[in-house]
């Protein structure tokens, strides 16, 4: 384990070369990436939901091992100071950020002592909704909602993880004033093995626009959503299908969380979707199930 010290001093170099690629340049046309209950995607319009990806994340929905080489992010990293997003004006304009808490409930339905299974609507009002995202923060109780509205939270250090359809967001980089960073493990990590913070993981802040000019960073699947630290979750066969990747989240208090999407859709029309590439109509698209729980 580092010092304190020593910790803080890496997290703020990091820090210092994420803040590098932000920017405020011109605003970026609006994209529509809606999945809905035909699993159909449109790319015609505003993003459904907003994400990020950290400019070294691209590679993201790869099956290797992230390397030592690649930690960005002591894994005993410190509180953190307030660090104002980037593009924010980009992200509200193109990505349909609401002005008004708008956010969905969140339910918990585990029965496993130590383990958190929360269902989290996402669903913003349906298919093409114009509601915002759900937020939250992870407590010993379980997921708990803040209760904000998507422009509030680029300048609310308060929550952890944001949902809206298929999109999840975190809190830093150019998603949020703080330094809730997430990574992917490897495709050998299983849920049960996975007991500690692991010591080569990349942590990447959220960073779905890049650049002077803010440019947008969409994911791989060629729909036009944003590519987020965690947007590998899912792929899109013709249906949003569950890859089972496993992540850690490296929260602001310095604990760590290991995070693993279940399901987008209601579970039977997700079992579906996994093995036909095809969702039934309807499908309760947007209702997240997410299995989680403390490293430390």
Sequence with gaps: MNTPSSATTRWFAAAGCALLLACGGDTQPAVDTAIGDDATADT?????????????????????????????QDTAAPLCSYVEPKCSDQQIAALRFTDTPSGGDITEEGTITGEFLSHVDATAGGFNGTLGYTYARFTDAGLVAVDISDEESLDDMTWDIALRRYIIRLNSGVS??????????????????????????????????????????????????????????????????????IYVVALRDGRHVKVQVLSYYDPDAQKTCDTTDSAPTPNGSGNIRMRWAFLD
Excluded: K, N
């Design 44 to 72: 015609a319009g505003a993003d459904d939901t907003a994400g990020e990806v950290d400019a070294a994340s691209a590679d993201d929905t790869a099956t290797t091992d992230d390397t030592a080489a690649d930690v960005a």
């Design 176 to 245: 949020g004033p703080s330094c809730v960073m997430g990574g992917r493990t490897g495709p050998s990590t299983t849920w049960e093995g996975l007991t500690a913070p692991p010591e080569a993981i990349t942590y990447h802040a959220e960073q779905y626009y890049i650049g002077e000019a803010c440019e947008y960073v969409p994911e791989p699947s060629g729909i036009g959503s944003p590519q987020t630290v965690l947007s590998s979750f899912w792929s899109y066969p013709g249906c949003v299908a569950m890859t089972d990747f």
